[in-house]
């Protein structure tokens, strides 16, 4: 049987490859090693599906499509939270398992779906945004979906027919590509895709390729057949269960040791060393299986034309992941599409303290980009100055460092990003001093502050911002950073959005220094304006999107952050304060520029006066 599996799935792929062939003739070997011309001057709107907005309750998540999501049970008595609930309060269910907040939130659904997103498409072009990037969408029973139960289907409580989708699957044979069916969700994602399209946005969407979940199919069927499963080889197991002992000797690898995420087969050339590239790859059948998913989504009527389909994946957890497999997967993309962007997870070395390099990853075999924590760091451990603060002149060697290993065309491509899904929200990422990425929620940190920030860090996340959309890389935004939502590390990054049709209820979160007290969620006009400022002032300056950098050191004795983004035709000059002190430089040093963007910097006849935490955008006339 897996010998004919092999072959369908090499049959499929032959017959990808001769449709695109004939199609995109214009793909060569030259731009295989170069970013997609579009990326630099991509803005990004991360999407967490669940909590963006739900569109459709009719779809809602239930304790069946929830199995196998947790190891703690979920009560029968569970049932999807209201998307108004206070953030901070167990609902009835959850006060019944004895668990605490921590634990039983992670039983929570909301029910957001694909629907809310085809409502919001309008909200996006407003905010000014051309690129999403949608966290997993594959059928997974929770609510993150990095551990799906199928690759090549989208999940059940994201379309418009949750039960119907779940028996048509049942129809097919999800190892033969050929028998794959078109779900409601599956349609729904096509027709987001198009809607995003025709909205000038373009669309990528996260995998995990490391790992399934124990629902995987294919996981399912070594759980029933054992060694005797034609899937046997697809994972990492250690030992079968014995069938003639009484002790269970099933054993295999999860991700970081998580049973809830089995890791997919590598075929090691290199020693796998954490946080490290190695040499390697994945078994043919296993990647046969992947390329087939990538050609479903890349190009979902399959006529070769991959208009109406993705145009880029982020690649979850990539150092987990064999460097052979990821030049095929790049080789095999590009041949459907020579635009297609990939950008990888490629985030710690030695936890919390050593980033990965990201070089292995961006020499144009691999990857287009990274999400560009790299840059990240040192922006915050500048501005924040807390328990890993540094001065102004560590922070221009730290980004230098960095970006001298990047060529010129991988630099614009970065996804350079302030917050997402894994991390805090950026608001409170700077209403907190704690190291970045360490102790940065109420679990591990007692003293970390979960309310809403104060007017400093308000200040302190609207100057960032200003250098995120000035700076070299394309800028990303987490949803709801743009409403003005604050939020510790996971799961309070994963807040449910609050939209300005809905009255959120008070949270009421405990106060480290004593006692309980409210705070109003509501949508921040005011944010969400100064995003779209941000938004106009990249799209109308190429300088900004793919000018070369370089910072301005003679004004760091002035404690001015300052660099230069020039392109042939032109010169933008940007200088902020990224201090809690005001600061004034003689206006001369600005000569032959007038500004086109400022916030808190007045200009008089002899000086720029800086406030606390402030910026100033200046053209070249």
Same mark, same amino acid.
């Given at each position: 049987?897996?010998?004919?599996?092999?072959?369908?799935?090499?049959?499929?792929?032959?017959?990808?490859?001769?449709?695109?062939?004939?199609?995109?003739?214009?793909?060569?070997?030259?731009?295989?090693?170069?970013?997609? #011309?579009?990326?630099?001057?991509?803005?990004?709107? $991360?999407?967490?599906?669940?909590?963006?907005?739900?569109? %459709? +309750?009719? *779809? !809602?998540?239930?304790?069946?499509?929830?199995?196998?999501?947790?190891?703690?049970?979920?009560?029968?008595?569970?049932?999807?939270?209201?998307?108004?609930?206070?953030?901070?309060?167990?609902?009835?269910?959850?006060?019944?398992?004895?668990?605490?907040?921590?634990?039983?939130?992670?039983?929570?659904?909301?029910?957001?779906?694909?629907? #809310?997103?085809?409502?919001?498409?309008?909200?996006? $072009?407003?905010?000014?945004?051309?690129?999403?990037?949608? %966290? +997993?969408? *594959? !059928?997974?029973?929770?609510?993150?979906?990095?551990?799906?139960?199928?690759?090549?289907?989208?999940?059940?409580?994201?379309?418009?027919?949750?039960?119907?989708?779940?028996?048509?699957?049942?129809?097919?044979?999800?190892?033969?590509?050929?028998?794959?069916?078109?779900?409601?969700?599956?349609?729904?994602?096509?027709?987001?895709?198009?809607?995003?399209?025709?909205?000038?946005?373009?669309?990528?969407?996260?995998?995990?390729?490391?790992?399934?979940?124990?629902?995987?199919?294919?996981?399912?069927?070594?759980?029933?057949?054992?060694?005797?499963?034609?899937?046997?080889?697809?994972?990492?197991?250690?030992?079968?269960?014995?069938?003639?002992?009484?002790?269970?000797?099933?054993?295999?690898?999860?991700?970081?040791?998580?049973?809830?995420?089995?890791?997919?087969?590598?075929?090691?050339?290199?020693?796998?060393?954490?946080?490290?590239?190695?040499?390697?790859?994945?078994?043919?059948?296993?990647?046969?299986?992947?390329?087939?998913?990538?050609?479903?989504?890349?190009?979902?009527?399959?006529?070769?034309?991959?208009?109406?389909?993705?145009?880029?994946?982020?690649?979850?957890?990539?150092?987990?992941?064999?460097?052979?497999?990821?030049?095929?997967?790049?080789?095999?993309?590009?041949?459907?599409?020579?635009?297609?962007?990939?950008?990888?997870?490629?985030?710690?070395?030695?936890?919390?303290?050593?980033?990965?390099?990201?070089?292995?990853?961006?020499?144009?075999?691999?990857?287009?980009?990274?999400?560009?924590?790299?840059?990240?760091?040192?922006?915050?451990?500048?501005?924040?100055?807390?328990?890993?603060?540094?001065?102004?002149?560590?922070?221009?060697?730290?980004?230098?460092?960095?970006?001298?290993?990047?060529?010129?065309?991988?630099?614009?491509?970065?996804?350079?990003?302030?917050?997402?899904?894994?991390?805090?929200?950026?608001?409170?990422?700077?209403?907190?001093?704690?190291?970045?990425?360490?102790?940065?929620?109420?679990?591990?940190?007692?003293?970390?502050?979960?309310?809403?920030?104060?007017?400093?860090?308000?200040?302190?996340?609207?100057?960032?911002?200003?250098?995120?959309?000035?700076?070299?890389?394309?800028?990303?935004?987490?949803?709801?950073?743009?409403?003005?939502?604050?939020?510790?590390?996971?799961?309070?990054?994963?807040?449910?959005?609050?939209?300005?049709?809905?009255?959120?209820?008070?949270?009421?979160?405990?106060?480290?220094?004593?006692?309980?007290?409210?705070?109003?969620?509501?949508?921040?006009?005011?944010?969400?304006?100064?995003?779209?400022?941000?938004?106009?002032?990249?799209?109308?300056?190429?300088?900004?999107?793919?000018?070369?950098?370089?910072?301005?050191?003679?004004?760091?004795?002035?404690?001015?952050?300052?660099?230069?983004?020039?392109?042939?035709?032109?010169?933008?000059?940007?200088?902020?304060?990224?201090?809690?002190?005001?600061?004034?430089?003689?206006?001369?040093?600005?000569?032959?520029?007038?500004?086109?963007?400022?916030?808190?910097?007045?200009m008089k006849e002899k000086d720029l006066v800086f406030s606390a935490y402030s910026g100033i955008v200046m053209k070249k006339i």
């Open positions: 049987m897996k010998s004919i599996i092999s072959l369908i799935y090499l049959a499929v792929i032959i017959l990808v490859v001769s449709c695109q062939s004939k199609q995109n003739k214009s793909t060569e070997m030259a731009k295989l090693d170069e970013a997609p #011309g579009w990326a630099a001057s991509a803005i990004w709107y $991360q999407i967490f599906v669940e909590r963006f907005r739900n569109g %459709n +309750p009719n *779809n !809602d998540p239930t304790l069946e499509t929830m199995k196998g999501a947790l190891m703690d049970p979920i009560p029968a008595s569970w049932s999807v939270t209201p998307w108004n609930h206070n953030w901070y309060e167990q609902e009835a269910w959850a006060k019944e398992t004895g668990l605490d907040f921590y634990r039983t939130i992670q039983m929570r659904r909301y029910g957001g779906d694909l629907e #809310g997103v085809l409502q919001k498409i309008s909200y996006l $072009q407003k905010l000014g945004i051309n690129a999403v990037y949608f %966290n +997993p969408l *594959n !059928d997974s029973p929770s609510l993150h979906k990095y551990d799906a139960r199928s690759y090549h289907h989208i999940d059940v409580n994201f379309g418009d027919d949750r039960d119907g989708d779940i028996a048509l699957m049942k129809e097919e044979d999800p190892a033969n590509p050929a028998s794959w069916v078109w779900t409601s969700a599956d349609k729904k994602f096509v027709e987001v895709i198009r809607q995003l399209h025709k909205a000038g946005i373009k669309v990528v969407l996260d995998y995990s390729w490391n790992h399934t979940g124990p629902e995987f199919w294919a996981f399912q069927d070594i759980i029933k057949k054992g060694k005797e499963s034609p899937f046997a080889s697809w994972y990492e197991i250690k030992s079968f269960d014995d069938p003639s002992t009484s002790a269970n000797e099933w054993e295999y690898d999860g991700w970081l040791g998580v049973k809830t995420m089995p890791e997919l087969k590598k075929i090691r050339a290199t020693e796998k060393k954490f946080g490290y590239a190695f040499e390697g790859n994945m078994p043919d059948e296993v990647k046969s299986h992947i390329f087939a998913v990538c050609q479903r989504w890349m190009d979902p009527n399959n006529d070769g034309n991959p208009e109406d389909g993705i145009d880029g994946m982020r690649l979850d957890v990539a150092e987990h992941v064999p460097l052979g497999f990821w030049r095929d997967l790049r080789k095999h993309v590009r041949g459907i599409n020579d635009e297609f962007y990939l950008v990888g997870e490629n985030w710690w070395t030695k936890w919390p303290d050593e980033l990965m390099d990201a070089e292995p990853w961006v020499k144009g075999d691999v990857f287009d980009a990274v999400m560009h924590y790299q840059w990240f760091k040192p922006v915050r451990c500048y501005v924040n100055q807390g328990d890993d603060k540094i001065n102004l002149t560590e922070f221009y060697d730290q980004i230098d460092s960095i970006y001298k290993k990047y060529r010129p065309g991988t630099q614009d491509a970065m996804m350079n990003l302030v917050s997402s899904h894994d991390s805090e929200r950026i608001l409170s990422a700077l209403y907190n001093t704690n190291k970045y990425k360490f102790h940065s929620k109420p679990a591990e940190n007692p003293n970390y502050r979960t309310g809403q920030p104060d007017a400093t860090a308000k200040q302190k996340m609207n100057m960032v911002l200003l250098h995120q959309f000035t700076f070299k890389g394309a800028p990303h935004i987490w949803n709801g950073d743009e409403m003005g939502m604050w939020g510790a590390d996971d799961p309070d990054n994963r807040k449910p959005l609050w939209w300005e049709d809905i009255d959120m209820k008070s949270e009421t979160p405990i106060d480290p220094r004593g006692g309980q007290y409210q705070d109003k969620p509501a949508f921040d006009q005011q944010q969400f304006d100064y995003l779209v400022s941000l938004c106009h002032l990249r799209k109308n300056h190429t300088a900004l999107q793919k000018g070369s950098y370089a910072f301005i050191r003679e004004l760091a004795s002035n404690g001015i952050m300052a660099y230069n983004r020039e392109t042939a035709d032109e010169k933008m000059m940007v200088l902020i304060n990224a201090e809690p002190n005001s600061k004034t430089i003689d206006v001369g040093q600005v000569n032959g520029y007038k500004p086109v963007f400022s916030t808190g910097v007045e």
